[in-house]
């Protein structure tokens, strides 16, 4: 049966590391500037992997991080949860608007809060129905893209809350599905959604790997602080700056920097 969920309590990290000009690189605005190359900044230095294991996965997002917010699609995902909700449990636009707010906080994702205070809830279907989206409307190929992720040494994964059906369709309009080995969606992991920490867990347990052996990327830090728990090493893409991640950058583009760092540093 689909699994139901307590409400999710997410610790933030007590972070005290400060930060110095060796470390992080920013653009954003009121952040201090050092002249190292990596576009990036240093927050909460992990403790895991100081070259005790190899790093050998990186661990992608999909939505609003392989892609920029703007382009939209996620926009039209959320307008496709909100018309699901108001069918199937017969709710107004603004009924559903709460509602999924509610869910949102209390359990990470709308499904998450579906199955947990609702029976009898058709996850396969409603996940079909909230992706069955013309992506070429809304993202195309991302040449630059492409040739970041050829230029990071690691075996490449994505791990979304979506399908993996869904998720190899993003990849194939993006141009870049072969440069990932593997997908895990949401039915991969039992419906155990970010930022529930199993789900990471059995994703580990997918791929054969340790904590330390992976970075994560990520546009939630809500999402990568379970990652951090685990031992790997977290990059935030897109968001303002938050104290439990190690590196925040402003565009993916970035990561590949964040990573040649990071292995540098490892060895």
């Not at 685990?230 to 970035?254: I, K, N």
């Amino acid at each position: 049966p689909p699994p139901r969920l307590p409400p999710l309590f997410v610790a933030k990290g007590n972070c005290e590391a400060g930060l110095s000009s060796h470390h992080h690189i920013s653009t954003f605005p009121g952040v201090e500037q050092a002249d190292a190359p990596v576009a990036c900044w240093l927050l909460a230095p992990s403790v895991y992997n100081a070259g005790i294991m190899p790093y050998k996965f990186i661990i992608f997002d999909l939505d609003d991080t392989l892609y920029p917010r703007d382009d939209g699609l996620m926009g039209e995902v959320g307008r496709r949860i909100q018309a699901w909700l108001c069918e199937y449990l017969d709710l107004s636009w603004e009924e559903a608007v709460v509602l999924r707010r509610k869910y949102y906080h209390q359990y990470g994702t709308t499904l998450g809060g579906l199955l947990a205070e609702h029976e009898g809830i058709d996850a396969h279907g409603y996940l079909v129905y909230v992706h069955d989206i013309p992506l070429e409307e809304y993202i195309g190929p991302k040449p630059a893209l492409r040739a970041m992720l050829e230029s990071i040494p690691l075996r490449r994964v994505i791990y979304t809350n979506a399908t993996a059906e869904y998720a190899w369709r993003v990849l194939g309009v993006l141009g870049v599905a072969g440069h990932f080995e593997d997908v895990v969606g949401i039915e991969d992991v039992g419906l155990l959604n970010k930022p529930y920490q199993e789900a990471y867990e059995r994703v580990l347990v997918r791929l054969d790997a340790w904590g330390p052996e992976c970075i994560m990327v990520e546009d939630s830090a809500r999402n990568l602080n379970p990652a951090k728990a685990l031992g790997m090493t977290t990059v935030l893409v897109d968001s303002a700056p938050d104290w439990s991640v190690d590196y925040v950058v402003e565009d993916v583009l970035q990561v590949s920097q964040v990573v040649s760092k990071v292995l540098k540093d490892a060895d």
